[in-house]
């Protein structure tokens, strides 16, 4: 059991955390920090015991055990108050989706006695804030820990031990691999709905025809990606940008085949990477 715990951010991710382990009983403490006010409303509401936080100051120096959920973004301001506030020997760790960047940038002014070892749950939605949250939202999903070079292998057992509580199975990643790999599974596909409805938008306005009205399964399940938060996808984007680039270029080169395909009327072309597409589809399915 966790003594004192401190949720930074209480969105989808940080409010499904919270009512996790007020239910299970995982921390005998917890703290919730929530700027927005909206959110404040909102969490005031939940029948759970919690102290919500409205600063972080001494008050956070009661914690020994952080979950940062928090856009990227943020991240730079919130360790420059846990230098200022936080106990020696602190556990730390985040569910940021892209890592490398953002813990190269905060290792360098992170005090040292502060263990931060990063995490990336695989649960989400489309739906954002505290009135989504999901007690359940972990169950049977990945938690990624990231492994540095300085990571202790106690601290990581305690990262993957509070991802466990909360239903979760861990895997070790390092950021390069963790990055590399989301840019395809999970930063490309999102990055691709926001452009596919873009392109729904624009053609809707040149071509003067209501077509959201006649939308078929395919856009209204990419509209549904489409959906999710803004300011956590800019900065997802901005900061694996390079692997993401390079996702981009691979995804052009085979629209651009099958551009090709579809104009020279290549039957056994198109064909041959329909049946290969679906068995993919059908590997994802039977792996969950």
Known sequence: MINKLLIVGCGLIGSSILKKVCKKKI???????????????????????????KKMDKKISESDFVVICA????????????????????????????????????????????????????????????????????????????????????????????????????????????????AITSHLPHLIAYNLILTATNFKSSNKNNILKFSAGGLRDFSRIAASNEIMWRDIFFSNKNNISKAIDLFIKNLNQFKKDINSKNNKSIIKKLIQTKKVRSKIIKLK
């Open 27 to 53: 921390a005998k403490k917890v703290f919730v920090y929530e700027k927005s006010k909206k959110n404040q409303r909102i969490l005031k509401r939940f029948k759970l015991k919690f102290e919500l936080i």
């Open 71 to 182: 856009p990227l973004s943020e991240y730079e301001k919130i360790f420059s108050l846990f230098n200022k506030y936080l106990k020696k020997n602190v556990v730390v760790t985040d569910v940021g989706s892209a890592k490398k960047r953002i813990i190269t940038k905060i290792n360098k002014i992170k005090r040292k006695d502060i263990n931060w070892i990063s995490s990336h749950p695989i649960a989400g939605s489309e739906v954002s804030g505290p009135s989504n949250g999901d007690e359940d939202l972990f169950i049977n999903k990945w938690s990624v820990i990231i492994k540095q070079k300085n990571s202790s292998s106690s601290q990581m057992k305690k990262i993957m031990k509070f991802w466990k509580f909360l239903g979760s199975k861990s895997v070790i990643m390092d950021a390069d691999q963790h990055d590399r790999i989301f």
